[in-house]
């Protein structure tokens, strides 16, 4: 079986999971890059050489390859408004085919003056999409919600996300965390508005006034940073709040593996959030905002980890509080936090999984995966 996905970049947060596919499928398999981008997410690595990458954008022959996969492969999936091109030609023939993406409408019914998704509705509408074995890969637990809004994918949408790599740890990492007599509490992001930066720092402050023995270190660099400063300075946290600024990928996974508590305080602009993966597969309990895309679908409340009313600095000290006043409940949530990592939500399971549903689909649209990628959105 041929399987080819069309994304606007190959990064960290979608060759995970492509190599999987290539591990498992060889030649079979193909990644195209439907647009030349310069903003890679951070990602340093060069994944150029990738043997199953096609870059229709750097060459008429490559995008003539591109356009013949899109029309001759057994299964394609398409993601963003730069592959629609391709996905229109394909879906004119009703091949199989998967639409993969975020939610559409961060910012509510005002995300519909953007021209892109304008013409993505219409292309599903005008096209009679919805009577063709067209499915949706919602990298979002908001997108499935979008879309039957905008009349689409209705009883069609499965989950889906970014997938970053689970290690087997030679040490244990969870007696590493034990040893530290301080709660160390991390944040990484880069320091925007949407971000909520500020959220750590007034965090800080509430469990200072509490007297809990705790730091904060916060990682990544922005327009905010200075803000981010003053704030400390003003709430007097200096002592227990760190910016340790801009760091290698391979240190901050490394700082994840000695803390205890990650706080990821985004808004509804965060469509995914890959360090919520992170994170978690390094053993840290995940305390993120309910308006992320990736927390319903990653935390089992309680469980795994816990969701706080996003920008609600009072509802997620109470989260952390528990966790500090609860250590060995904190303890297990991290083991179950990586455990679900290594055992669902990771790039190996996920391209199993939608081989699986794959599968099924063409037998009829009828799956039997319940839980992590590609059950029932």
């Not at 953007?114 to 999409?129: D, E």
């Not at 402050?205 to 809990?212: A, I, M, T, V």
Request: proline share 3%; glycine share 6%; hydrophobic share 40%.
């Amino acid at each position: 079986m041929k399987l080819v996905f069309y994304s606007l970049v190959l990064n960290h947060h979608q060759a995970c999971v492509a190599d999987e596919f290539y591990k498992l499928l060889g030649e079979d398999y193909a990644f195209v890059e439907t647009a030349k981008c310069i903003d890679n997410k951070g990602s340093t690595e060069d994944y150029s050489k990738r043997p199953y990458l096609v870059r229709s954008w750097k060459s008429k022959k490559a995008y003539e390859k591109a356009m013949s996969l899109a029309l001759n492969a057994e299964v394609c999936v398409f993601s963003g408004y730069e592959a629609l091109t391709f996905e229109k030609e394909r879906l004119k023939k009703g091949l199989l085919s998967f639409d993969m993406g975020e939610r559409m409408l961060k910012r509510g019914w005002l995300n519909l003056i953007s021209p892109k998704i304008i013409k993505m509705v219409m292309a599903y509408h005008l096209g009679g999409w919805s009577k063709k074995p067209l499915y949706k890969l919602c990298c979002s637990a908001f997108a499935a919600s979008d879309q039957y809004k905008l009349k689409t994918f209705e009883g069609k949408c499965y989950k889906w996300g970014y997938f970053t790599e689970v290690k087997e740890f030679k040490n244990d990492m969870f007696k590493l965390k034990s040893s530290n007599d301080s709660i160390c509490i991390m944040w990484c992001a880069r320091f925007l508005n949407w971000k909520h930066p500020e959220l750590a720092v007034k965090l800080a402050r509430k469990l200072k006034d509490k007297g809990y023995k705790f730091h904060i270190k916060m990682a990544g660099g922005g327009d905010l940073i200075q803000k981010v400063k003053n704030l400390i300075n003003n709430l007097d946290v200096g002592n227990c709040v760190s910016l340790i600024g801009n760091m290698p990928n391979e240190e901050i996974l490394a700082l994840m593996q000695r803390s205890h508590i990650f706080i990821f305080t985004s808004d509804q602009n965060e469509g995914w959030g890959a360090v919520a993966n992170e994170a978690m597969s390094n053993g840290c309990v995940l305390v993120a905002s309910d308006a992320i895309g990736s927390t319903p679908y990653l935390i089992k409340e309680g469980v795994t980890g816990f969701s706080f009313s996003s920008c609600d600095v009072d509802s997620m000290t109470e989260k952390v509080k528990w966790l500090i006043e609860h250590p060995s409940k904190m303890q297990e949530m991290q083991r179950n936090a990586f455990q679900q990592m290594k055992d669902i939500w990771n790039p190996k399971h996920a391209a199993k999984s939608l081989l699986h549903l794959i599968a099924e689909l063409q037998n009829g649209p009828v799956s039997s995966i319940k839980e992590g990628p590609c059950s029932k959105a």
